[in-house]
């Protein structure tokens, strides 16, 4: 039996400010924050995307913490994992609208990300995601899908980038860790790269998918396990193992925490 979502809090005056404050802090943060960016992207002909543009992203995601009231915890054995710039799929349990903000204020020099289509429509956001590089997929339609996975495949294997995304494909509703698609698994086959796992743990307590708004609190990272890259074999049966080991994988850190 699915378990329905958590319910969204009472609305309450103190409810209704922390709503208008955040969504203040992150409009007039993007209204700095894009343009600052895109001089940054003109100054230097695209140059800078993976250096000064990483850094200003992980400031913005950090700024907006900040306003949230919320604390991050990263495990020192995924900051060791995470140093440098090199080619990896980087994947995370995706049950939060925080994760918007935690993966920007852990940004390296050299990662890129998997986007829904739907993000590039976003005012601010999408022009944001656009000049940062991200990929964007069409879930809707297997086939470009895969096309667009490909190629973001390469640009990892080829400027030795590390690729952020979440395998379960979107947020989930309840909290619980969702089926995984392939395309995280795909990409480390066609682009050589290990996959590194981060396990995401509080996030979904302070901001579940159907709240307006952030409670203060404390989220970890934590990393899970790397995986070899999946280039020896890229069949379709060894990518449907891959992803059904480390689903297991997760599970069981997860059921752990609970």
Known sequence: MVEPPPASPPLTVQGALR????????????LVFIPALLTVMLLSLGRARHTLGRRMLRGWGQVMLAALGVRVVVQPALLAELVGRRRRIVVFNHTSTLDMFLFPAIWTDGMTVVAKREMAWIPLVGLGCWLMGFHFVNRTNPATA???????AEQVRRAE??????????????????AFRLGAFHASADADAPIVAIVVRGADRIFPRQWAYSRPG??????????????????????????EHLRAAYQAALDDYA
């Open 19 to 30: 709503w208008t404050w955040q969504n203040l802090v992150f409009w007039l943060g993007l």
């Open 146 to 152: 895969r096309a667009s996975m490909r190629a973001a």
């Open 161 to 178: 980038l590390s690729l952020l995304m979440a395998p379960e494909g979107t947020r989930s509703r309840t909290g619980h860790l969702q």
């Open 218 to 243: 404390t989220v970890t990272l934590e990393l899970l396990t790397v995986l070899p890259s999946g280039a020896a074999d890229p069949s379709k049966e060894a990518i449907h193992a891959r992803a």
